[in-house]
């Protein structure tokens, strides 16, 4: 196991984002589920903890009940090479019920957030040309699913 390994609190759903997880992300696995028994909290035989990894990263899941909610104070990042990639993560993370926001960010159907991110943002809006750097912010500002093609254009304007 990793030394630091987020840990993610679902209701009681935790078997459902580990399916929909390991289907959004091609390079996926489960590597451990423990399951509730006479002790409870949970029913017994359902889902307590697993630990899934994505794309080479650990997290691990937990039915908790309903007591704690995610927020957008925290969010996982996606760096994405090109807008092929940015369109897959965002319209498989907004499936069955995710929510848009804004500048690359989205809420799936747990409520978790993500953010959607071109390789090419950081240079874009932390470019040497301050004019050229505040166009691209400015547009970004402007966008929920970024769009790479529209990003370098407000750049080079």
Known sequence: MEKITPFL??????????????????NSKVTNTSYYGEAGPGPKG???????????????????????????????????KDQKEVDYYWDKLIEGGGKPSQCG????????????????????????DARRAKNAMQAMLKMSKLDIKKLKEAYEQ
């Open 105 to 128: 960010w989205l809420k799936d159907k747990f409520g978790l957030s993500w953010q959607v991110v071109p390789e090419i943002l950081g240079e874009l809006i932390g470019g040497k």
């Open 9 to 26: 609190w679902f209701d009681n759903n935790a078997d459902e984002a580990i399916k929909f997880y390991t289907s959004v992300f091609k």
């Open 46 to 80: 359902t889902i307590m903890t697993a630990t899934i990894e994505l794309e080479g990263r650990q997290f691990m899941l937990l039915n908790g009940g309903p007591i704690f909610k995610f927020t957008e104070a925290i969010s996982l990042f996606i760096s994405c």
